[in-house]
C-alpha cells in the first residue's frame, strides 16, 4: 500500500493544526506591541488605550479568548463532520479562521481584536476535532500512527514558525496596526 497519497491529503488536513498552533501562537509577539513594552506606535486608537497601551486584563482575554472559541467550534465539529463529511467539515474550518484573521487585521480597536481571536477560535475548534479524525480514517493501518503523529506535529510548528517571526520581525510588523 502506498503511503505517497494519504500522506499529502495527511498534510493537507495538517494545514489546520498547523493554523491552530499559529494561532495560539500568535499572541507571544504580539502582545508586546499592544502593552506599548517595544517601543513601538499604538497599535489600537487612544481612547481604547490606558496611557496609550492596552490594559493587562484585555491582553490576557485577547489570548485567551482563543480557546473559548474553539470549545464552541469543537462542540459544532462533530455535526458539521457528520452532515457535510470530513473534508467539506475541514474546509468550513477555513472560513472562520480566514474572517477572523482578516478581521484581526483590519482593526484598531481591542474589543474587536477581541471578537476577531474569538471568530478564529472556532476554526481553530473545528480543526482541532476533524483533522486528526480524518487523517485517521484515510491512513493505510500500516502508517496511521506515523500520520496520525503528523497532527500534533504541525501544530507545534505553527507554535514554532510565529514565535520565529516575533523575533526575526520588529515587533510593530507582528501586530496589524492599519
Known amino acids: 500500500v502506498s503511503v505517497v497519497k494519504p500522506a499529502l491529503f495527511a ?15 500568535f499572541t507571544s509577539p504580539a502582545l508586546p506591541a499592544m502593552y506599548g513594552t517595544n517601543n513601538s ?8 488605550c490606558v496611557d496609550g497601551t492596552v490594559s493587562s486584563d484585555k491582553g490576557s ?5 482563543v480557546n473559548i472559541g474553539a470549545v464552541v467550534g469543537a462542540l459544532m465539529a462533530g455535526n458539521i463532520a457528520d452532515y457535510f463529511g470530513r ?20 482593526v ?11 471568530v478564529a477560535g472556532v476554526g481553530v475548534g473545528i ?4 483533522s486528526p479524525m480524518y487523517i485517521s480514517e ?27 517571526f516575533g523575533y526575526l520581525l ?5 501586530v496589524y496596526d492599519g
Not at 41 to 46: E, G, W, Y
Not at 61 to 65: A, P, Q
Not at 170 to 174: A, K, Q, S, V, Y
Request: proline fraction near 5%; charged fraction near 10%.
Open 41 to 48: 506606535q499604538n497599535v489600537f486608537t487612544p481612547k481604547e
Open 87 to 106: 473534508r467539506l467539515a475541514l474546509a468550513s474550518a477555513a472560513i472562520p479562521l480566514g474572517a477572523g484573521w482578516v478581521w484581526l487585521a483590519a
Open 138 to 164: 484515510i491512513s493505510p493501518d500500516q502508517y496511521r500512527g506515523a500520520l496520525g503523529s503528523l497532527n500534533q506535529l504541525l501544530i507545534t510548528v505553527g507554535i514554532f514558525v510565529v514565535y520565529l
Open 127 to 130: 480543526c482541532s476535532l476533524v
Open 11 to 25: 498534510l493537507m488536513a495538517g494545514l489546520g493544526a498547523f493554523m491552530f498552533g499559529y494561532t495560539l501562537g
Open 170 to 174: 520588529p515587533h510593530e510588523n507582528t
Open 61 to 65: 482575554l485577547f489570548s485567551s479568548i
Open 108 to 118: 484598531r480597536d481591542p474589543a474587536q481584536a477581541i471578537m476577531a481571536r474569538f
